[in-house]
């Protein structure tokens, strides 16, 4: 890859006034561990969803998906079904907790989890499904709830790509068995990091609590007043997965930003399927982006072209990503179970992910889209 200047990064976070001031007001106070900021980020994450479920706030996306699975029941030797085609983090989460993942394929439209396979894969050690919505997606939240009643399983939704988003009304997170999300650097909504577990049962946001504080038995209650107790009973095997107010008291600000950074990522989608689903060679998501937030834009181009065109862009000044390499890709999960793979051995030479910002503006998006016709015309000349 060529020196050239990037004019337009993947991502740009949504930094302003508001984070900023929140994070000296919290650095102020000097309570730096989890206080009372985290619990009014729990309450208005909940209010934000439409849910009388409970929020639980910890340290990142991959801590709200191994606690979720602490929460499932899944240990020593049980396994996992979810796509090949996810995040790390999710097939990291699984094995922290003793079992393994079985990869299954996605569906050739919306990149998510594809049901039929899943269900083939269904054997004696499936304790769990963990389906993820993919970039501008939701999941077949239905098929999923079916797979899972029909097999007694647990579902961990992986909603990292859908803070934002809705089905049939419903906000993401407000009903399926366990979800989580990432507030990670660069998602939909930062805490610079961070992520939660949302649960329907009071037990299991005890349970939540204490494995988020290393198993200590320390009341909530008392560090939302930015308080401890100095005397607990450790119960049970934790981690150091907490939120500290810092990363709470800017996520607050970001979350009253949603609608508009909800909005704009929306209408950026648009003018992108707009104006690259008129290039032949590019293969634009087949939505209108109606009900979701979107994540991540991402364009399939011909396998025998991938490379060129991401250095073609980025000759032009345009970062672009991809998202993923499949997980029976890596070492550690070379020989993990796992069914055919059709959709994503084909996709995984085919994806690209395009710039996408909370604030892009037109002339970037004009200067990505311009980037991509151009390369192609320039492809087809010669
Ligand atoms: C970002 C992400 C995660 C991990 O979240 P972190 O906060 O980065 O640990 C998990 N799953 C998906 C789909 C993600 O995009």
């Given at each position: 890859m060529t020196d050239s200047p990037i004019h337009v990064p993947m991502y740009d976070p949504l930094i302003e006034r508001e984070e900023i001031g929140n994070a000296v007001e919290a650095l102020e106070m000097k309570w730096l561990g989890m206080g009372e900021y985290v619990a009014r980020f729990e309450r208005s994450v909940a209010e934000f969803l439409e849910t009388d479920r409970h929020v639980v706030a910890v340290s990142t996306g991959h801590a709200a998906l191994h606690l979720a699975l602490r929460i499932a029941g899944v240990g020593e030797g049980d396994e996992v079904i979810t796509p090949a085609f996810n995040n790390v983090a999710d097939f990291q989460a699984i094995l922290a907790v003793g079992a393994r993942p079985v990869f299954c394929d996605v569906d050739e439209?919306?990149?998510?989890?594809?049901l039929h396979s899943a269900a083939a894969l269904v054997?004696?050690?499936?304790k769990a499904i963990l389906p993820m919505d993919y970039g501008v997606w939701n999941c077949d939240y239905d098929a999923v709830e079916r797979l899972a009643e029909w097999h007694g399983l647990r579902v961990i939704h992986d909603a990292a790509h859908s803070f934002g988003s809705r089905s049939r009304g419903r906000r993401v997170g407000s009903f399926s068995d366990l979800c989580m999300f990432s507030f990670d650097p660069?998602?939909?909504?930062?805490?610079?990091d961070g992520g939660a577990v949302i649960v329907r049962d009071e037990a299991d946001v005890e349970r939540l609590h204490r494995m988020r504080l290393i198993g200590m038995g320390q009341p909530a209650s008392v560090m939302y007043q930015n308080q401890r107790a100095w005397t607990y009973d450790v119960s049970e095997l934790g981690y150091r997965y907490h939120m500290p107010n810092l990363h709470a008291a800017i996520g607050l600000a970001q979350l009253a930003k949603m609608p508009e950074i909800t909005e704009r990522r929306r209408s950026a989608c648009r003018y992108y399927n707009e104006r690259l689903g008129e290039v032949s060679d590019v293969v634009v998501p087949?939505?209108?982006?109606?009900?979701v937030c979107p994540f991540l834009y991402y364009v399939r181009v011909p396998a025998e072209t991938r490379d060129a065109f991401r250095v073609g862009l980025r000759e032009r000044g345009i970062e672009t990503g991809i998202h993923w390499q499949p997980g029976h890709r890596f070492s550690l999960f070379e020989d993990a179970r796992r069914g055919p793979l059709p959709v994503t051995e084909r996709i995984e030479h085919e994806i690209v992910s395009l710039p996408l910002h909370s604030n892009m503006t037109d002339k970037a998006l004009e200067r990505v889209a311009d980037a991509v016709a151009d390369f192609f015309v320039e492809e087809r000349v010669g």
């Open positions: 439209r919306t990149l998510c989890i594809d054997g004696e050690r499936t660069v998602k939909n909504m930062t805490c610079i087949a939505t209108d982006f109606a009900d």
